[in-house]
């Protein structure tokens, strides 16, 4: 059983900055692009940032430059450093990854249950 789970939300001022972790655990196999979602009351979910498994990163427009992802491949986690904090990043912060499970021939996404991020003006 693969789950993965997000730490490091909470409550920040505007200009201030969180470091966001997600953890991959279980029966895997081997963890191919891991990214970040998020999604605001009333909003679709959208994309934050992606980083494959060689460490090339996307971004969406609204965070270049204030945000920058990384990962572990040993340990099987992904951080998102978010610093100049806006108002208007405040959202549910979702992790997700491509895992193949043990015992499986193919990957597929996973995702976690979310951390909450509140910025303040």
């Known amino acids: 059983q693969v789950q993965l789970v997000e730490s490091g939300g909470g409550l920040v001022q505007a200009g201030g900055s969180l470091r966001l972790s997600c953890v991959a655990s279980?029966?895997?196999?081997?963890?191919?692009?891991m990214g970040w979602y998020r999604q605001a009351p009333g909003k679709q979910r959208e994309l934050v940032a992606t980083?494959?498994?060689?460490?090339?990163?996307n971004y969406a427009d609204s965070v270049k430059g204030r945000f920058t992802i990384s990962r572990d491949n040993a340990k099987n986690t992904a951080s998102l450093q978010m610093n100049s904090l806006k108002p208007e990043d405040t959202a549910a912060y979702l992790c997700?990854?491509?895992?193949?499970?043990?015992?499986?021939?193919?990957?597929?996404?996973?995702w976690g249950k979310g951390t909450l991020v509140t910025v303040s003006s």
């Open positions: 997700s990854a491509k895992i193949t499970p043990f015992r499986y021939a193919y990957d597929r996404d996973y």
């Open positions: 279980g029966s895997i196999f081997s963890i191919g692009a």
């Open positions: 980083i494959t498994s060689g460490g090339s990163t």
